[in-house]
């Protein structure tokens, strides 16, 4: 819509002698909307100019500042995406428009002040918390050592006894193996002749473990040959026996894996038997 019709439709609501307009189009564009059977040209060959009009001048002059203040209004409401001409019905969805803004402004203004009364709390919420997480700490500190050292001291003592018990028990396992193993005491009067006793028992049951040390030996010597024949006979030396049976099946296996991959790759998608 251009502004010279805008003006045209002004004139036409308002609808006053003193701002009819005197341009070709908004003469034209008055007359038309009020549907009068006389034509333009009848006006203008029969109609007296009337005493109170504006001149033409005046017309585009005032067209002019009405311009300007309807573009001033546009560029204040919407800014920079109109351009061109006045949209139509702009001047009534002005108040409509205003009262959507300022709707979403005091929206935005409780939800900041929502925000703020959360972070608000939730700092009041940390404060309390960490003083009483200093309290904590502090009673732990105070309560907590006494009981620690108390806990350690009593550690340390039944540690310390459990020590003094155990010397106690090697000293006396000490003394009954000695008088099982000697068969004598010192307050004995024949000491010596026990003494040499033991010695000789010692002496014997020594050889005799060491004979039957000697026979374990030579058995388990006989044991480890036969083992030895065994795997000489299963190994053949690298040579024959079972060894080559092992050899030759693993060389067929990685043979046939490898033709395998040859026939996967030269494209055959049948079942490949293995």
């Known amino acids: 819509m251009s502004r010279n019709k805008v003006y045209a439709q002004l004139v036409k609501e308002t609808d006053s002698p003193e701002l ?13 909307e009020r549907s009068l059977p006389l034509s333009e040209d009848d006006l203008r060959r029969f109609a ?25 209004m546009i560029k204040i409401l919407q800014g920079p995406e109109v351009e061109g001409d006045l949209q139509p019905g702009a001047l009534q969805n002005l108040p409509r428009e205003i009262e959507q803004i300022r709707s979403r402004i005091e929206s935005g203004r409780k939800v900041v002040q929502q925000q703020i009364q ?10 309390k918390e960490g ?3 200093v309290e904590n700490l502090e009673l732990a500190l105070q309560t907590l050592p006494p009981l620690l050292d108390r806990a350690r001291t009593a550690l340390n003592e039944l540690s310390a006894t459990t020590i003094e018990t155990s010397l106690i028990k090697l000293s006396l ?15 004995s009067t024949s000491g010596r ?19 039957e040390l000697i026979k374990e030996d030579k058995s388990l010597g006989d044991q480890l040959k036969e083992y030895q024949d065994l795997i ?27 033709c395998r991959r040859d026939l996967r790759r030269l494209g055959w998608a049948g079942d490949i038997p293995s």
């Open 20 to 32: 009819e307009p005197q341009t070709e189009e908004a003469r034209w564009v008055t007359v038309s």
């Open 232 to 258: 000489q006979l299963v190994d053949g030396g690298r040579q024959g026996g079972f060894q080559q049976v092992v050899d030759d099946w693993v060389r067929v296996k990685r043979e046939s894996e490898e």
């Open 193 to 211: 002749t026990s003494m040499a006793k033991a010695v000789a028992a010692a002496y014997v049951r020594m050889r005799t473990q060491e004979r």
């Open 131 to 133: 003083e009483n997480l």
């Open 173 to 187: 396992l000490r003394t009954e193996t000695e008088s099982k193993l000697y068969g004598h005491s010192g307050s």
């Open 118 to 127: 959360t972070v608000t709390d939730l700092v009041e919420t940390v404060k």
């Open 48 to 72: 007296e100019p009337g005493r109170f009009m504006l001149s033409t001048a005046g017309v585009l002059a005032l067209s002019r500042e009405i311009d300007k203040i309807l573009d001033g």
